[in-house]
């Protein structure tokens, strides 16, 4: 894959674009996860100022997204998501990368996320990605079931 084929930008998540995929997003989760365990960051909240998301395109068409939101001493990975139809082209990794640049940007060190446990994919892009797993965070809850925890410190 030609990485130049790949755009990445910050954007404003209510752009028609964005909110199509943050919907497709949102149907995929709530087919796998009860809606107790889904942890799902609404489209307001990802307009917060503490929160930066980002689109992928890939030939003018956006078909990946992820967010960060800032707290004190870490950065929360959010929403990342690549529609099956661009799975594969490297458009995942790129996000990844972003949103590392994104939190070395805010002055901090350390990406914690929450994923899920029928998500091999995301699993194991986020441990190639040199995230490990750790306990809960934040206010998520300590006992579901669902959720996998993952932290990555910065060089």
Same mark, same amino acid.
């Given at each position: 894959?030609?990485? !130049? ?27 796998? #996860? ?25 030939? /003018?068409?956006?078909?990946?997204? /992820?967010?960060?939101? !800032?707290?004190?001493?870490?950065? +929360?990975?959010?929403?990342? #998501? ?5 799975? /594969? ?61 993952? +932290?990555?410190?910065?060089?």
């Amino acid at each position: 894959m030609d990485e !130049q084929r790949i755009m990445i930008a910050q954007v404003d998540p209510r752009a028609p674009s964005s909110a199509a995929l943050i919907q497709e997003l949102d149907r995929h989760l709530n087919g796998l #996860y009860p809606a107790d365990s889904n942890h799902l960051m609404d489209i307001d909240a990802l307009c917060a100022p503490d929160v930066r998301f980002f689109v992928a395109q890939v030939d /003018g068409e956006t078909v990946g997204c /992820g967010a960060v939101k !800032q707290f004190a001493d870490y950065t +929360e990975v959010k929403r990342v #998501y690549v529609s099956t139809r661009a799975r /594969g082209l490297g458009v995942a990794k790129r996000l990844i990368e972003t949103l590392e640049k994104a939190t070395r940007d805010a002055g901090l060190a350390v990406m914690r996320l929450e994923t899920g446990i029928y998500q091999p994919d995301a699993l194991a892009l986020f441990e190639k990605m040199g995230f490990s797993h750790t306990s809960s965070f934040g206010d998520y809850p300590k006992d579901d079931p669902y959720s996998v925890f993952m +932290e990555r410190k910065l060089p």
